[in-house]
């Protein structure tokens, strides 16, 4: 049914009027009486009543006037909830993230976009790259900050090319190189960060050919820190989880140069909530204003 018509034939009982709701609205006085015409075809009775005296309801009009009010208040409610979300007064994101975005980006964007938009509420997830794939793909993350995906179908948007970096005991003999060649990790103790979870490392690893001796492997990459400044074993890491630790570690780059490409994945931007539009909005001037200039869409 045609809320249109609803609405119109409850301003004509409040003018009393056909012609006074047919101006309102921009209908001619033949117009509106089409409209009501068909509006009580579709019903299956008359809803009005019309004589020298002026318009009045029928039984019948009466009898169905709450539920046409209720229609119309329902509308409006609708609206208003639909109103409240594109202003985003309301709305929920559940971000999965790497632990180095999430700790090292994510504080400053979230306090951004909740300035901005207080009333949306935040879910953070911090998991490796499996889980944020499985996440995106079923639905459970509205976004996720991880490596670019090689076969990811969604959107995304490049953030920050990152080096790989190798963590060493301090007292280690490879500590004194400025950079390590891939195969100087073949046969080292080394201590393991979220195995089994297909990481940026195992891809590292297998694209290299090596074969690091896994003595320790930890969920924790602050844990994967500690052990290695106890002597534990070597580990690898992106450069920006290894900013801003302090300790008897060195980081070294990879003679290979080799780098993650950081970004944003969203499973379509042409579907995503006004919430998670302004999302990538926010997180894209954030990263601007570091001078990471090489953010693409």
């Known amino acids: 049914m045609d809320t249109t018509k609803y609405r119109i ?12 709701a047919g101006e309102e609205a921009g209908y001619s006085p033949s117009g509106i009486t089409r409209m009501m015409d068909s509006l009580e075809k579709e019903i299956g009775f008359p809803l009005l009543s019309r004589s020298s005296h002026g318009i009045r309801l029928t039984k019948e009009g009466e009898t169905l006037l709450p539920a046409i009010q209720e229609i119309a208040a329902a ?14 007064i309301t709305g929920d994101l559940t971000i999965g993230s790497y632990f180095s975005t999430a700790a090292r980006w994510l504080p400053s964007i979230l306090s951004l976009y909740s300035r901005r938009y207080p009333h949306v509420r935040i879910h953070l997830k911090e998991w490796g790259n499996r889980e944020c794939l499985e996440g995106l793909a079923s639905g459970a993350l509205s976004c996720a900050f991880l490596n670019r995906p090689p076969h990811f179908k969604g959107d995304w948007t490049s953030l920050k090319e990152d080096r790989l970096m190798v963590w060493i005991p301090k007292n280690h003999p490879l500590a004194e190189k400025e950079a390590i060649d891939p195969q100087d990790l073949d046969g080292v103790p080394f201590v393991h960060i979220l195995p089994h979870e297909d990481t940026d490392v195992d891809a590292f ?14 969920v924790s990459n602050y844990t994967a820190w500690c052990m290695v400044e106890g002597g534990l074993g070597l580990s690898i890491n992106n450069e920006l989880m290894s900013e801003g630790w302090q300790g008897s570690v060195a980081v070294r780059p990879f003679t290979t140069g080799d780098t993650i490409t950081l970004g944003l994945a969203v499973p379509s931007l042409s579907a995503a909530s006004p919430a998670l539009k302004k999302w990538v909005e926010v997180t894209k001037e954030w990263m601007g204003k570091q001078g990471n200039s090489e953010i693409v869409g």
């Not at 034939?9 to 006074?20: D, K, N, V, W, Y």
């Not at 509308?75 to 985003?88: F, P, Q």
């Open 75 to 88: 509308e409006d409610r609708a609206e208003n909830i639909r109103n409240s979300l594109l202003s985003l």
């Open 9 to 20: 034939f409850l301003r004509i009982l409040e003018t009393g009027s056909l012609t006074a």
């Open 205 to 218: 690893l297998r694209r290299h050919h090596v074969h690091p001796d896994f003595r320790l492997s930890t």
